[in-house]
């Protein structure tokens, strides 16, 4: 199997996203429910998402747990509405 590994320079993208703290290895069961907020949200929100990916930001230093911000890019600034949060310029 052959890979390209190709390297761009691109701006960064507002991120609708769920923050949670999260273990160490239990990434896997923590991301469907934060992701199906972010989602729900969406819905409601007809425009605010064209094509963007889902993102996991981890913000880890030390110990057994990380906040981890569980995101789909999104296409302008909003207002946050419960544990949807409107993160910028951290998503590329």
Do not use: I
């Not at 469907?32 to 969406?42: G, H, I, R, S």
């Not at 747990?65 to 302008?76: I, L």
């Amino acid at each position: 199997m052959n890979y390209q590994v190709v390297t761009k320079t691109v701006s960064s993208q507002p991120l609708a996203a769920v923050r949670r703290r999260v273990r160490v290895g239990n990434v896997a069961s923590a991301w469907k429910p934060a992701l199906d907020l972010v989602w729900e949200f969406l819905r409601r929100h007809e425009g605010l998402r064209v094509d963007g990916h889902n993102c996991f930001l981890y913000h880890y230093l030390a110990g057994a747990a990380m906040e981890v911000d569980f995101g789909v890019q999104v296409v302008r600034p909003f207002e946050g509405e419960g544990e949807v949060n409107l993160y910028r310029d951290t998503c590329w």
